[in-house]
């Protein structure tokens, strides 16, 4: 949905995405999840929230 420009129902199903990768255990996962809400955020023009969520998934990509 970020390609088309609905940043508000790619940032909900990327959330979603995180939180069910999160209880699986599943890391690499859950860092596309967190770079995709930085995408959409970046997308919505929120950009302190983009680089909040770009660095959260390098750090858990970092771990992996």
């Known amino acids: ?3 088309r420009g609905d940043y508000a129902k790619a940032l909900a199903y990327a959330e979603r995405a995180l ?3 999160e209880e699986l255990g599943n890391g690499t ?3 596309w999840a967190l770079a995709s809400i ?3 955020h970046e997308g919505a023009g929120n ?5 909040e969520y770009g660095e959260r998934a390098l750090a858990a ?3 992996l």
């Open 1 to 3: 949905h970020n390609s």
């Open 19 to 21: 939180k069910i990768e």
């Open 29 to 31: 996962a859950a860092a």
């Open 38 to 40: 930085g995408l959409a």
């Open 47 to 51: 950009p302190g929230k983009a680089l």
């Open 61 to 63: 990509i970092e771990k």
